[in-house]
């Protein structure tokens, strides 16, 4: 097992690619710490795990709120001992044209999606650094930070700024025994997929179901399912992964090339 005796924290853990982050932590013989600001849904993933035969904690946070990431820390270090690995996943989309679109949109997107996660990134290193243990950080970006999707400027810029600050941090941290990659998925069947489909099809007059059922990798010709960005998430935390450092890759079917 990859994972096994270690511990990982996982944001935005109560549903969709966190979920799967966590269940696939789990196969590979990881405790989870489940973030969230759902706690219920926090907990539900909790209980998937826990069916692994491994340890779980749920805790309700607000990734924006480096006071309550600091807390669930010390409470996972008080559970656990130690932090092994981070993993950056929750994120908000907010959808609509630039020339439609308030400033609160683009601030909200950027202090969730890039802000918070940066702020997750320092307190996760401040305390591998503390236990000399070293670590890993992976960060969930998003093929929208290199393809930059229409009507979401916003949240494409967000995780572009997340693809530079994983190679930023990976540099900065070698010496410290830290590794950091992101991963960038794309057509993922989770509830922001379905957001998405919803959004377009009120302004189109098209069936949401429709266009979620299209909305597949053209290469795969199907969804991906969450696991499946979760596997390669539990592979860049073991130490198998030494050699991949500040690395941002895809995950999306083959629909990004670069």
């Known amino acids: 097992m990859l994972l096994a005796e270690k511990v990982i924290v996982v944001t935005g853990a109560g549903s969709g690619i966190g979920r799967g982050i966590a269940v696939a932590v789990a196969e590979e013989g990881g405790a989870v710490v489940a973030l969230d600001l759902d706690l219920s849904g926090a907990r ?17 946070v607000d990734v924006t709120d480096g ?9 996972t270090a008080g559970r656990f001992d130690r932090i092994d690995g981070w993993v950056n996943n929750a994120g908000v989309l907010r959808m609509g044209p630039v020339l439609e679109s308030g400033d609160e949109d683009w601030a909200r997107q950027l202090e969730v999606n890039a ?4 702020s ?7 305390r591998m650094i503390d236990q000399a ?43 410290d025994g830290i590794n950091v990659n992101a991963v960038c998925p794309g057509g993922v069947e989770t509830p922001m997929l379905s957001q998405v489909a ?3 099809g009120e302004r189109q007059g098209l069936d949401p179901e429709k266009l979620v059922s299209e909305m597949t990798p053209v290469q795969l010709g199907r969804h991906i399912q969450p696991i499946e960005v979760g596997r390669i998430v539990a592979f860049l935390l073991s130490d198998r ?10 995950v999306d079917g083959g629909d990004t090339p670069y």
Request: charged share 15%.
């Open 120 to 126: 997750c990134c320092r307190l996760a290193a401040r």
């Open 44 to 60: 539900e993933t909790a209980a998937v795990v826990e069916e692994a035969g491994v340890g779980a904690l749920p805790l309700a």
């Open 241 to 250: 992964a030494a050699i991949i450092r500040g690395q941002s890759i895809n």
């Open 133 to 175: 243990t070293g670590g890993s950080i992976v960060n969930v970006a998003s093929n929208a930070g290199k393809v930059g999707y229409p009507d979401m400027a916003a949240y494409n810029a967000s995780k572009a700024a997340v693809i530079s600050l994983t190679r930023s941090l990976a540099a900065e941290w070698a010496a």
């Open 198 to 200: 919803r959004w377009i």
């Open 115 to 118: 802000g918070a996660l940066l």
């Open 67 to 75: 006071d309550a990431v600091a807390g669930a820390i010390a409470v």
